[in-house]
Nanobody, 117 residues
Framework: QVQLVESGGGLVQAGGSLTLSCTAS????????MAWFRRAPGKEREFVAS????????HYADSVKGRFTISRDNAKNTVYLQMNSLKPEDTAVYYC??????????WGQGTQVTVSS
């Protein structure tokens, strides 16, 4: 059973930065591509960014390209999301999971990011 714990969210003003972390337990993630997703109020969960197991291939949603950076530390079983130049429309609960999905691992609680204008 994989447990995913996201952290690092908070309240920040537009233009600010946050770094999110996602730490897995119960299984090593170093053979899996991982991704960040987010769910804004009243909207479906959407893809944000993905990274292959060796960090060689990275993809971003167009809405975050140039502002967000995904990375990973396999030794720490952790994936990161550095978010810069935050906008109010980035307000959401952020989650991580393996990628592509198919059968996702159980979703964690997520971490709330709120960007004020």
């Amino acid at each position: 059973q994989v447990q995913l714990v996201e952290s690092g969210g908070g309240l920040v003003q537009a233009g600010g930065s946050l770094t999110l972390s996602c730490t897995a337990s119960g299984r090593t993630i170093n053979s899996y591509a991982m991704a960040w997703f987010r769910r804004a109020p009243g909207k479906e969960r959407e893809f944000v960014a993905s990274i292959t197991w060796n960090a060689e291939i990275i993809h971003y949603a167009d809405s975050v390209k140039g502002r967000f950076t995904i990375s990973r530390d396999n030794a720490k079983n952790t994936v990161y999301l550095q978010m810069n130049s935050l906008k109010p429309e980035d307000t959401a609960v952020y989650y991580c999971n393996k990628f592509p999905g198919g059968s996702y691992w159980d979703w964690g609680q997520g971490t709330q990011v709120t960007v004020s204008s």
